[in-house]
């Protein structure tokens, strides 16, 4: 009987916590912020959206996609926020000439809903395209904000 109380009380415990705040999918790698040829500069953002512009200053094509996803910050480590709805993207890609620069945004209150007050942060895949028959070389970038 005092395990199935104990296993009650720890479950209540454990689940406390889960409505408040934000809602986490566990601690986050570091993500590169800028790199020497391509960089995030965020011109807009409010609780449930944002524009940013993607500048290429390199000789290369870059080439990305519309997902992307948000991470916030807890306590100095970064956690993966959970999607409220289920989250859809237009599958399709882009390419930014070389040296130049082009507008980029969404609505993310659609997925992650109205963000409370707190320091956040986007992340985007890209591929570096060096020639016509180059792979790609993937560089992952985080553009940061906040939200007061």
Same mark, same amino acid.
């Given at each position: 009987? /005092?395990?199935?109380?104990?296993?009650? *009380?720890a479950?209540? =415990?454990? *689940?406390?916590?889960? $409505?408040?705040?934000?809602?986490s @999918?566990?601690?986050?790698?570091?993500?590169? +912020?800028d790199?020497?040829?391509?960089? @995030?500069?965020?011109?807009?953002?409010?609780?449930?959206? #944002?524009? *940013?512009?993607?500048? %290429?200053?390199? /000789?290369c094509?870059?080439?990305?996609?519309? =997902?992307?996803?948000l991470?916030?910050d807890?306590?100095?480590?970064?956690?993966? @926020?959970?999607?409220?709805?289920e989250?859809?993207?237009?599958?399709?890609?882009?390419?930014?000439? /070389?040296?130049?620069?082009?507008?980029?945004?969404?609505? =993310?209150?659609? #997925?992650?809903? %109205? @963000?409370?007050?707190?320091?956040?942060?986007?992340?985007?895949?890209? +591929?570096?395209?060096?020639?016509?028959?180059?792979? $790609?070389?993937?560089? +992952?970038?985080a553009?940061?904000?906040v #939200?007061v």
């Amino acid at each position: 009987m /005092k395990r199935i109380i104990a296993l009650a *009380l720890a479950a209540i =415990f454990l *689940l406390s916590g889960c $409505g408040a705040g934000n809602r986490s @999918l566990g601690v986050s790698e570091e993500f590169i +912020t800028d790199t020497d040829i391509l960089r @995030l500069k965020i011109t807009e953002v409010s609780s449930e959206k #944002i524009a *940013l512009e993607i500048i %290429n200053e390199s /000789k290369c094509e870059i080439g990305y996609e519309e =997902f992307y996803f948000l991470e916030f910050d807890k306590d100095g480590e970064w956690h993966r @926020l959970s999607p409220k709805h289920e989250a859809s993207f237009i599958e399709v890609a882009y390419i930014l000439e /070389k040296e130049s620069s082009c507008t980029w945004g969404d609505n =993310f209150g659609r #997925i992650y809903g %109205n @963000l409370p007050e707190g320091k956040y942060r986007l992340i985007k895949y890209f +591929t570096i395209f060096e020639n016509e028959n180059d792979p $790609g070389e993937k560089v +992952t970038l985080a553009a940061q904000f906040v #939200i007061v």
